[in-house]
C-alpha cells in the first residue's frame, strides 16, 4: 500500500495536514474571543489560555504524527528501491509506531528470506565455500577492471577422490571435502573465516574484486583459488596447497590419502575473459595430471595453442552436428560358442573437411566440456536405432549396443526419450543394448538402481562397460539389474604382458561372472589373447582380431557371411 502512495495524496499524510489546517483555522477564530478576553485582566488571560491550549496541543500532536507518517513513508519508499537496510525512524508508543514495528518485523523476515536464497545461489553446500556463480562474477569485474594490472587463477583438481566416495561412502567425501578446504585455506596463509567470499550480510555479491585470496569450490572435487596481486608468490602457494593435500586425511575412522593436480593462469598474460581464464587455468590443471599427478602446471604457448586448438574442434563439432556430419560404424561381437556374430557396438566418427577423421577420443571428451553430450548422445542413438530397423527390414535381426554417457544416463526423461525414439522406427526394446561405466554405475547408487530398473522394464537390455578399473562395491553391483558384463581393454592387454596381468584377467573374470550375467571380453587384439579369453569362460568377444569397425553396408554382408559358415569372418 505504503509503495503506491505518492507525495501528498496519501491518505495518512493527508489526515495529518487536514489535521494541521484544521487546528489552525481554529485557532484562528479563538484569537478574536481571545482580545476580547484579555481586556478583561487576569481573568480574561486565563480564559484565553484555556481556549488556546486544546487548539495548541492537537496542532503539535497532528504535526508529530505527520511526521512519523511521512518517515514510515521514507523507509518503505527505500525498501522499494531496493535499500533493505534502511532504518525505520519511528519510535512512538501510537499506531503509527505499532505499524512501524510491524514493518521493521518484516523487513528483518524479507532479509532473513533474501539472506537464504543468496546462499543458496553463491555459497557450496557442503564446504560453505563460494560456490563457480561467484568466480565466475569475479572474474568478470576483474577482467571490466581498468586498474587491476593483474590476478592468477589456480584450478585445483582432487588426485583420488572418487575412490575415497567409492570405499567409504558419500558422507565420508563431504567430510573430506570440508578438510580439504581448511587445508587449502591453511597452505594459503588464512583461515576459512578470514578468506574472502564477496557477499554482503544479505548474500548479495560485491561490485569490487576483493584485495585478498578467494576460494571456491566450483564442482565435484574442483577448487579454484582467485589471487589478487601482493597476496603472495602464485606458484610457492600452490606449492604449499600440494603438500598439505599430500598429508593423510582421518576421515570416518580411516586414514586416506588424496592429493591435487593444480593449474595455473594468469590474467591478462593467459587470457583476457572469464571464460578463457577458467578453461586456461582448466587446461593446464588437465596436463598436470598427465603429466604424473600432484604436481603445478602453469600456462605455456604450447597450452594455450592446444587451447585454441580444442576451441576450433568445439566450434566446428557443434557445426558438424547441425548439419548431421556424424556417422556410425559399427563394431561385431562374437559368441565365443560358435563364432556367430550376435551384436554390433555403435561408434560415432566424424569426418572433418580440413582435419580429416577426428578420433572419439579427441572429440567426445570436447563435447562433454562444453555440454554437448546430451545432443551427440541424441544423434547416435537415434542414428542406431534407424540403422537396426534397415537391417530388420533386410532380413537381418541383430542386437545394437549403444554407449550413454554421465550426462545422458542422469537425465530424468532417459527412458521416454530412448523408448519414443524406438516406437518412431519400430524396433523392439530387445534389441537395443544400452552401456554405462563401471563408474556411472556406482557413482549415484540409488539412482542409478532406479534408472536401471525403469530401463530394464522398458525391454532394453544393460551392459556394465570398462569393468575391472572402477572401485565398485560388488555387494552393491550385484543388486543392480545389468544383463552383461564388459571386461576393460586394459585387462586383456596386460594379460599377454605376464603372469601378474593374466592373474588379475582371472580374477576379475571370475568375479563377474560370479555375479551372474554375461561376459564380455573387450579389446582383443591377438589370436593369444583371444585363446585366453575364451579358457577362461567369457561368453562373447570383440576386438580388432575379430573385426575392426565396418560400415552398415559392410556388417549385413558380414554378418551373413559369418553366420553361413558358422564361424568368425575376420574383417582385419
Known sequence: MFAKERGLNSIPVRFGLMAVVMGGLAIAGLLQAVRAELSNGWLGLAIAAAVLLPGLVTVLAAHKLTGQILALRRSTEALVSGDFNAAVDVDCACEVGGLADSFRKMVGRLNS??????????????????????????????????????????????????????????????????????????????????????????????????????????????????????????????????????????????????GASIGLANYPEDAVTPEELLNMADLAMYEAKRNGRNRLVATSPVLRAKWQDRRDVERDLRRALENDEIVLAYQPRFATTDMHCVAVEALARWSHPERGDISPAVFVPIAEQAGMIPILGAVVFEKAVQQCRRWQDQGLELSVSVNVSPAEFAAPDLVSRLTSV???????ASLVEIEITETIAMDDFETTQEQMISLRGAGFRIAIDDFGTGYSNLSQLSRLPYTSMKLDRSLILDSSEGD??????????????????????????????????????????QGFYLARPMTPHDVHDFVLQSRKKGGKAQNR
Open 422 to 428: 524406438l516406437r518412431r522406427h519400430g524396433v523392439d
Open 113 to 258: 528470506n533474501i539472506l537464504r536464497m543468496n546462499v543458496l545461489a553463491y555459497a557450496d553446500g557442503v564446504t560453505g565455500l563460494p560456490n563457480r556463480a561467484v568466480i565466475f562474477h569475479l572474474l568478470s569485474r576483474l577482467t571490466q577492471a581498468p586498474l587491476v594490472d593483474a590476478s592468477t587463477v589456480l584450478f585445483i583438481d582432487l588426485d583420488g577422490f572418487k575412490r575415497v566416495n567409492d570405499l567409504h561412502g558419500h558422507e565420508a567425501g563431504d567430510d573430506l571435502l570440508r578438510g580439504v578446504s581448511q587445508r587449502i585455506a591453511s597452505a594459503l596463509g588464512r583461515s576459512l573465516e578470514e578468506l574472502e567470499t564477496c557477499m554482503s550480510p544479505t548474500g548479495e555479491l560485491c561490485d569490487e574484486v576483493p584485495n585478498d585470496i578467494v576460494l571456491a569450490r566450483v564442482s565435484g572435487d574442483e577448487f579454484v583459488v582467485l589471487l589478487p596481486p601482493e597476496t603472495g608468490d602464485p606458484e610457492a602457494l600452490a606449492s604449499n596447497i600440494l603438500e598439505g593435500l599430500a598429508e593423510p586425511f582421518q576421515i570416518s575412522e580411516a586414514t586416506v590419502h588424496i
Open 500 to 541: 601378474i596381468g593374466l592373474k588379475i584377467l582371472r580374477a576379475v573374470t571370475n568375479m563377474a561372472k560370479a555375479l551372474g550375467q554375461a561376459t564380455i571380453a573387450e579389446g582383443v587384439e591377438t589370436q593369444a589373447q583371444y585363446e585366453v579369453v575364451k579358457a577362461l569362460g567369457c561368453d562373447e568377444v
